[in-house]
């Protein structure tokens, strides 16, 4: 037995890597994929430490001075306690909200299954910009916008259908017999929750919860529809500061990103403690969109 | 039996007064409908009140015209108005060839990859980076590395590949590069997964019967993997389609990368007029599902059944 | 739980327009053990999953005594169940396992303990108690699952399909330990099985299901010597069926009737009303196939065709003249080629009204008998 991901699948015996030119195509192409990716996110990190950065290859000197201003002219402190209140405050309503649903979705046919399941995708299909405008609309007239409950609502909208679609093949992996038998155990549908499905379930729950933790970190659009002066996350801070250019030293806003860098990457390497790279990437599995 | 009667159920209803519930009871459950359906409640609401309700807000909204006019005035005034309506071919020629190169360059790198190697979870770790990280961040740094004397420009210039610096920010291109850096992992990484729920053996099978590589490629994984690629195409073009932070940033906001969510989010926040945003954020959807209907059309002509792996 | 009897009444359900289950009425004493026996898909496991209560009922009743159970919940009924896969709880040592319908139903402390280690002890897994289900072999697994199912001392124990993960070897072993555990705790027990075998050598009765419908109730032997209808007989091993039509104007069941198969006479005996005109089926098994040196009365000219060597038998195909292919089981060493008078005893080969419907009548019949009804519909959608 190999101890290797389930999702790697033994394939042929290595090859030479020297012995087609494809090779050499594909990975000069990944080669120059990574060397720009390093260059996008060093000069950022480079650029937040330099002095003074000019026509030359490196910075004439080095600095923290920009990161000290950026914690104090962006308030970095309070917008990062929004942030991750926000991030929190989303992660629990949306496996409250999102586990329950997953489970009929994965367990039962009912009549109009497939509208609900077409429900529950479209928000994870659709720019959020399209339904973000009329539900910041919304969230304004009624008086939700502009403060952390609304930034909070709209952040649900995509993520209660993401842990949906991402537990329901956890939940379709438990045998409904084990269920049964605890029903005919005499245990009634909230001990079968509790008792037997939340602990199958926990991996699944981990995994789904610091998704939507990424992504509610990450997430531009719906954030920045929504939210005010006081309830604007790290990244929303970052866009204002680059747009709102010269007000504010380039490299300044270049620590801020970094600091925004770092926030993402430890919350990606506690991520990729319990998910594999590629569920980070989709939970869209097949069925969905026939 | 001589054990104890603990077991007995405490309530008991009379076999006449419930027979009828039970009837219909019986009836609703044959269908799928029961007490545990009520589990889903919470979710429904929510993209009911979240999405379906400003969706159709929206949508009455727009019908709506601030300045008067006919119900139709808002979608007038957008196809009439050329540059609102180039919009949809600003969105469109960027999101089209960005989806299309990203899955066109994840094929063969991911076919060629889907073995397993040493470095293959470091590779996808690394390659998960930008997804994270999101546009705005990557629109930094290409503001920082692809600008007129950042590093990219240095060393072309350097290596007297050019003579002078090119213009790859604040342009298509930067909102191009853009979408790349964050399209082509999402892409490859979907692919890599599709790939490996193709089952090995089939390969090996055709080619016990002479295939060569290139026809075991064409005629056997191909196939297999082409609904997946019609799915990764819808997401990685969803993902493109509603570029904005990054066709703000290292684009050309007023020109040639004013893509149509520029034009929602200016409606809808430097014009307050909510009603004109709204119908652009409708014909943003429309156009968007317009083209995933095309290409999952296609797909349904494909075969979707098992490819014989695990996963994926 | 004492009671007296529990009565299916026109028990029935149907899944999206078809029925699984149709007019089952089934009276069980208690602590008989009944066997509902067929091929996959006839809706023997709906029937258990029904009286479980994990499939609500489409038409009819379930009462225990005078109670109407089947508007109850599965987890108010009060009975154990132990499921095909086993179903235990992965997270929860084998203690827990069995201890958990205890703790469901809030029983004290010590009462929990006491019961579980008497189930424990009874299917012999003290020592296993600290483990959690994936440590354990299959056999114990499905031990586990027996002792959670009687640790509760339900009225009933449902068994659906208990043994048919086990190896051959252990299946034999569980039988007997599961015939043991019934005797010896007089539970009242249903079980699901598609093995002949199985359910003649542990039931008191046998319940014959096919397509949804009940082709037969009756106790081992009645269902081995007598069968009423043709898929009755083939599911008890009878393994020549043909086609044929009745000579003879009527015959009532033990009548003596003559039948054509593919232009041979034979003679039989009637399992039931048989009229004509009508096709009728005419069944032997192999067993009672003679081969006699010469022909002679009821015999028919064959050649050996195919030899299986099975232990202490042979296992021989022989194909007569006229295309009829028969099974016989006999000690005589047969090479294939050798011409064979098989005689076919009047009083051992059943003629079955209704043979029409009969799959492909002189095709080989050594392919199993597959109803089109959709992959057995047990299991809760």
Request: glycine share 8%; charged share 15%.
């Amino acid at each position: 037995m190999t101890t290797t991901p389930t999702r790697d699948i033994p394939g042929p015996a290595p090859r030479r890597l020297v012995a087609s030119p494809l090779a050499w195509l594909v990975w000069g192409a990944v080669g120059l994929f990574l060397l720009a990716l390093l260059g996008v996110v060093a000069s950022v990190v480079v650029n937040s430490l330099g002095s003074r950065w000019f026509d030359t290859w490196l910075p004439s000197g080095w600095t923290a001075q920009w990161y000290r201003e950026a914690w104090t002219g962006f308030d970095l402190f309070s917008v990062i306690v929004t942030t991750l209140e926000v991030a929190l405050a989303v992660v629990v309503l949306s496996i409250l909200v999102g586990v329950p649903t997953a489970y009929v979705l994965a367990r039962r046919t009912f009549p109009g299954k497939r509208l609900v399941f077409l429900l529950f995708l479209l928000p994870i299909m659709m720019p959020p910009i399209t339904y973000g405008i009329p539900l910041a609309t919304v969230l304004y007239k009624v008086g939700l916008a502009g403060n952390l409950s609304g930034v909070i609502l709209a952040n649900l909208v995509p993520c209660v259908p993401f842990v949906v679609l991402t537990m329901t093949p956890f939940i379709e992996q438990i045998d409904p017999a084990i269920e049964n038998a605890a029903r005919m155990s005499g245990a009634g549908t909230f001990p079968v929750f509790t008792r037997i499905l939340a602990p199958l379930l926990l991996p699944g729950i981990l995994a789904s919860a610091i998704l939507v933790l990424v992504r509610t970190v990450g997430m531009f659009e719906l954030t920045f529809l929504t939210a005010g002066p006081t309830s604007t996350t790290l990244v929303v801070a970052l866009f204002n500061s680059m747009n709102a250019a010269g007000i504010r030293a380039q490299q300044s806003v270049d620590a801020m990103a970094v600091v925004y860098m770092l926030v993402m990457l430890v919350l990606l390497v506690t991520a990729l403690r319990f998910v594999n790279p590629t569920q980070l990437v989709s939970q869209v599995k097949e069925e969905p969109l026939e | 039996m001589t054990t104890a009667a603990t077991t007995e159920p405490t309530t008991e209803p009379t076999a006449a007064s419930s027979s009828d519930r039970a009837g219909l009871r019986h009836r609703l459950a044959e269908r799928g409908i029961d007490a545990r359906l009520l589990l889903l409640l919470p979710g429904l609401v929510l993209v009911i009140a979240l999405f379906v309700y400003p969706f159709v807000y929206g949508l009455g909204l727009s019908f709506q015209p601030m300045d008067g006019g006919g119900p139709f005035e808002n979608y007038r005034r957008f196809f009439g108005d050329a540059f609102q309506r180039a919009t949809i071919g600003k969105t469109l020629w960027l999101a089209l060839p960005a989806a299309l190169l990203n899955v066109a360059a994840s094929v063969p790198i991911a076919y060629r990859l889907r073995g397993r190697f040493r470095g293959k979870r470091i590779l996808t770790t690394i390659l998960v980076i930008p997804i994270t990280l999101g546009t705005v961040l990557t629109a930094e740094g290409l503001l920082n590395f692809a600008g007129p004397s950042g590093w990219l420009n240095r060393a072309l210039l350097g290596i007297g590949l050019i003579d002078d610096p090119l213009r790859l920010v604040n342009n298509y291109w930067g909102v191009f590069f853009s979408l790349i850096i964050s399209g082509f992992p999402f892409a490859f990484l979907l692919i890599l997964s599709y790939l490996s729920g193709i089952d090995p053996s089939l390969e090996r099978a055709a080619a016990s019967l002479g295939a060569n590589a290139w026809n075991r490629f064409r005629l056997i994984t191909l196939p297999l993997l082409a609904p997946g690629l019609a799915t990764t195409f819808c997401l990685t073009f969803v993902l493109a389609f509603s570029v904005f932070p990054s066709a703000i940033l290292v684009g050309d906001p007023t020109d040639s990368t004013r893509v149509i969510s520029i034009a929602a989010y200016q409606a809808a926040y430097e014009q307050y007029d909510y009603p004109f945003a709204s119908t652009i954020a409708i014909v943003m959807g429309v156009i968007e599902l317009a083209v995933i209907g095309v290409v999952l059309a296609g797909r349904s002509r494909l075969y979707t059944g098992t490819t014989g792996g695990k996963g994926a | 739980m004492t009671f007296s009897r529990l009565r299916l009444e026109n028990v029935g359900r149907r899944f999206a327009g078809t029925d699984a289950l149709q007019h089952l009425d089934l009276t069980i004493e208690q602590g008989e053990f009944i066997a509902l026996l067929g091929p996959s898909g006839c809706g023997k496991s709906t029937a258990l999953n029904c009286v479980a209560g994990l499939l609500p009922l489409s038409s009819g009743r379930i009462w225990l005594d005078e109670k109407r159970i089947d508007v109850l919940a599965p987890e108010r009924r009060g009975f154990g169940m132990v499921f095909q896969n086993y179903a235990l709880f992965p997270h929860l040592t084998v203690r827990r396992n069995i201890e958990f319908g205890l703790r469901m139903r809030r029983l004290p402390k010590p009462e929990i303990a006491r019961r579980a280690a008497q189930a424990l002890e009874l299917v012999h897994l003290e020592d296993q108690a600290g483990k959690l289900p994936g440590q354990l072999s299959g056999g114990q697994q499905q031990r586990v699952a027996i002792a959670r199912a009687v640790a509760l001392e339900p009225s009933v124990v449902l068994m659906d399909e208990p043994l048919s993960n086990l190896d051959a070897k252990l299946r034999l072993e569980m039988r007997t330990e599961i015939r043991r555990l019934h005797q010896s705790l007089g539970l009242t027990t249903i079980y699901v099985t598609h093995d002949q075998e199985e359910a003649l050598s542990m039931a008191d009765r046998l319940v014959v299901l096919r397509h949804g419908q009940v082709q037969q109730i009756g106790t081992p032997e009645e269902l081995h010597s007598h069968p009423v209808s043709w898929p009755v007989a083939d599911f008890m091993g009878c393994r020549n069926l043909f086609a044929g039509s009745l000579l003879t104007p009527a015959a009532d069941r033990g009548e003596a009737a003559m039948v054509d198969v593919l232009g041979l006479r034979i003679e039989g005996t009637a399992a039931a009303h048989v009229e004509t005109p009508g096709a009728v089926a005419v069944g032997i098994r192999p067993e009672d196939i003679e081969v006699v040196p010469v022909p002679g009365p009821h015999t028919v000219d064959a050649t050996v065709s195919v030899v299986e060597y099975q232990g202490r038998e042979f296992a021989v195909e022989a194909l007569t003249g006229p295309g009829l292919r028969l099974h016989v089981r006999t000690a005589e060493r047969l090479v294939p080629g050798d011409p064979v008078a098989l005689r076919l005893p009047p009083e051992r080969l059943l003629v079955f009204p209704g043979g029409a419907d009969l799959p492909r009548p002189v095709a080989p019949l050594d392919e199993e008998i597959t109803p089109d009804l959709p992959a057995d519909a047990g299991a809760p959608a």
